[in-house]
């Protein structure tokens, strides 16, 4: 007889990824990035073809609208917005176990999947299983998974203290206990990047993916409970599902379901003979939006900081991995299902994405005219020395026309062995094009650089003139 799937337990842990480069002015552009080498073989993954092979996978696919797909699944080898992979440890036997107190919860695992995507942003997923424990609160606990990014208080209390997974011919244990976060705060726990495996780093290095989380300490819960016993208590007190106050939450029934929607958790309890969906393509579509946000606006604080040389490449960069983003990623809705698109308009609306995206817009614009002044004062600077060529060739003009053609005598053509020659150069050539030089750049705006220049211009002019005054005007 096959054993009865109690709860579907899935997480979802979003990241900002970016690989070295060896030139400065490939400040952030993950587009090309993501066609690098290191993403067509990673240690433990394989690549994964989205292919239709039955029923299930079908209704998966076209439940979303075309541009949704682009984005979900990569059907072609090059994909040039995601990269989707699966743990090719994850074998028919490979469970979880979790500890919290004394009790261990041992969950089978269905699959451990990675997608990484043009935006610098990656998710690694976690599927889980329950065939053992009934009670609400067991699933509840099971779901404190989520917590485990990294503590968000010590010591650690009421959460997983020691989580282990068994795949094929590895086993990955955490004591979350002896683990020291006090030297590595902030940063992923070690049963996180054991499971990424070894090309993902949290040190930025010549080698390896770099990645830092984007949502603070949790992951994202989505949680499927079949009990009918449970879904009447749930509907007549949607409280037992969260004893803490949360003022931003949705709720949602019917006949067979009842949903209970947060900003970065949706749990479903159901009837058990009734195929519920957990949406969890939807909250990856939602969480690529909301992280790649984050990550934008972490990219403004960053290049802010560099040099204007490198500040105009770096802003353009962004801005056009931004215009992407909005045309290619984002999306107002997703599915013509009524009950799809009521909870892709609630999380959206928690998860605050269309005023992060106004917002980011804003700040976008803002950078992007700051390139253009940049742009516009480097094109003054040459459009400046231009003149000051122009400005210098008069002097010369000038003295051809006063004293005619017939000045280029033997003597001005091998200058430097006549002192008369030497003192008319000086007197008609050097000295008035200092005197305009040192004039010119007077009225131009003063930075360390041109103040430099125009000292030296001073001092040129004023040795020009000495040389005159004790030495003469010469001859040519």
């Known amino acids: 007889m096959t054993q009865r799937k109690i709860s579907e337990h899935i997480f979802l842990f979003p990241f900002a990824w970016s690989v070295p480069t060896h030139r400065k002015a490939n400040n952030f552009k993950p ?6 080498d290191i993403f067509w073989t990673i240690d433990g993954w394989k690549r994964q ?31 040039e917005i995601t990269k989707v992979y699966i743990n090719s440890l994850v074998g028919p036997n490979s469970y979880c176990e979790v500890q919290i107190n004394d009790k261990i919860y041992k969950l089978n695992i269905f699959k451990i999947g990675l997608r990484v995507f043009k935006s610098g942003i990656g998710i690694l997923s976690i599927y889980l299983d329950n065939y053992t424990y009934l009670d609400l609160e067991d699933v509840k606990n099971i779901n404190l998974l989520s917590e485990c990014v990294y ?25 979350r206990t002896l683990t020291d976060y006090k030297v590595n705060a902030g940063k992923i726990s070690p049963f996180i990047m054991k499971l990424l495996g070894k090309n993902f780093v949290q040190e930025k290095k010549l080698w390896g993916i770099y990645i830092e989380p984007l949502i603070g300490s949790k992951m994202v819960t989505l949680c499927l409970f079949n009990d009918d016993e449970y879904l009447k208590k749930v509907k007549l007190n949607n409280s037992i599902l969260n004893k803490e106050t949360i003022k931003e939450i949705y709720t949602s029934s019917d006949t067979d379901r009842f949903y209970y929607v ?74 013509e299902d009524a009950r799809g698109r009521w909870l892709y308009s ?39 020395l231009f003149a000051f060529i122009g400005v210098a060739l008069v002097v010369p003009t000038f003295v051809t026309g006063f004293f005619g053609m017939n000045i280029m005598s033997e003597e001005l053509v091998t200058w430097w062995q006549h002192d008369n020659t030497k003192l008319w150069l000086n007197t008609y050539a050097l000295f008035p094009i200092l005197l305009i030089s040192c004039i010119y750049t007077w009225r131009i705006q003063k930075i ?25 005007c010469g001859s040519p």
């Open 151 to 175: 503590p968000l208080e010590l010591p650690i209390k009421y959460h997983p203290t020691k989580i282990t997974f068994y795949l094929e011919n590895n086993t990955i244990y955490e004591d």
């Open 49 to 79: 073809d989205f292919n239709i092979d039955n029923y299930k996978e079908y209704n998966e696919f076209v439940y979303f609208y075309k541009p949704v797909r682009n984005v979900l699944y990569e059907k072609i080898k090059d994909a």
């Open 448 to 472: 360390w650089a041109r103040i430099i220049i125009q000292s030296i211009l001073i001092i040129s002019a004023i040795i020009s003139l000495f040389i005159i005054f004790n030495y003469g």
């Open 262 to 335: 947060t900003a970065f958790s949706l749990f479903c309890v159901s009837t058990i003979n009734v195929d519920s969906k957990v949406y969890d393509q939807m909250m990856h579509l939602l969480l690529i939006q909301k992280t790649t946000l984050l990550n934008f606006s972490n990219q403004i604080a960053s290049i802010s900081l560099l040099p204007e040389t490198e500040l105009v490449i770096a802003i353009q960069d962004l801005y056009k991995i931004y215009i992407q983003f909005i045309n290619q990623m984002y999306f107002n809705e997703v599915t």
């Open 31 to 36: 587009q090309q990035n993501l066609k690098s």
């Open 346 to 384: 609630k999380i959206s609306t928690l998860l605050n994405i269309q005023q992060e995206i106004q917002q980011l817009d804003f700040e976008m614009k803002e950078v992007h005219e700051y390139a253009e002044l940049i742009n516009r004062e480097q094109s003054k600077i040459k459009v400046e």
